[in-house]
């Protein structure tokens, strides 16, 4: 039996079939290298990439500053605050458009009141100095200046003759009308900004009640004083400034306050409250100015001089009345205000409400 296997092992062996051998794939040295190097290029420049993009958005990220969310519903306050800006925006918006028409009818006004006051003075200038126009035949320019007073004053007689209430109503009406200009100006308005119908109700005044007035008066005084003595002049003085002056002052105030249209009571409390100031205020003036009118001046030029004073005296006497006028107003403004505080409050408050 052993020597059966010996002899069959060999033979077995010869017979098994050789093990299959696959050729290995040949590389060269240089294939090899070249893609080696190529990927450590790729994973270099992937790395890179990375790492540059990286930084990019962590320097952003750092420079920006982290916002917490909130509810996007807005709070009361942000409402608030919304319908705040958009009144405000709205009311800068009227005052603009109103600024905007405020100063177009303040250009209107004093193109208007340039207008009056040039036109006017124009005329006067060229009535006093054309008076001998008739005459002017081969006179010279001084000639007309020199004779210009002269004739003027003889033709303003010759008008007092011819009708004496007429003329001295036309001159306190302009005395009074220039004195009202006068008192604007000094109150800070501009010489073409004055109020026009105020300076009417002063002309008209005086045009109506003081020319006539004072024409009659001064002939009246003549008769109740008809004596030459030295003590005559200031016994006029005395009444003028204490009977005439309280009645004047009086029929003045109340006048103004009829032609603006202002309640009886507050035409008796302005009168109350500047009577005697204004009384008082007269003995600074016009106690001097009378002694040359009841001493020197004859009874029919007596109005012309008085009148020449007044453009001083009208200045004060317009100046208290409107101050208190518009004094008054501005006080019942300030009443109205306080009496109905709901419309002096904040839009917003009121829609609160």
Known sequence: ???????????????????????????????????????????KKTHLHTRTRNWIVGSVTEDREVVPVKDKRPDDTETRLTQKGSDETQGLSASSSEGGGGDSERLTSRAINAI?????????????????????HGWTFYEILRYAPEHNWIAYEQALQQNPVLSKMAISGIVYSIGDWIAQCYEGKSLFEFDRTRLFRSG??????????????????????????????????AFDQTVWAAIWNSIYFVVLGLLRAESISNIYGELKSTFWPMLTAGWKLWPFAHLITYGVIPVEQRLLWVDCVELVWVTILSTY????????????AGEATLSNPSDSQPPENQREK
């Open 204 to 237: 008209l005044a005086g045009f109506t009640l003081h020319g006539s007035l004072s024409h009659y008066y001064y002939q009246l005084l003549e008769v109740i004083l008809p004596f030459q003595g030295w003590w005559v002049v200031p016994a006029k003085v």
């Open 321 to 332: 009345s409107n101050e208190k006028s518009e004094a008054r107003i501005s006080e019942a």
């Open 1 to 43: 039996m052993a020597s059966l296997c010996s002899v069959c092992a060999p033979r077995a062996l010869e017979l098994s079939p050789a093990p299959i051998q696959f050729p290995r794939p040949q590389f060269s040295t240089a294939v090899i290298s070249s893609q080696f190097f190529r990927q450590i290029s790729l994973s």
């Open 116 to 136: 009056i006051v040039l036109g006017f003075g124009s005329f006067a200038v060229t009535k006093l100095l054309t008076i001998d126009h008739d005459y002017w």
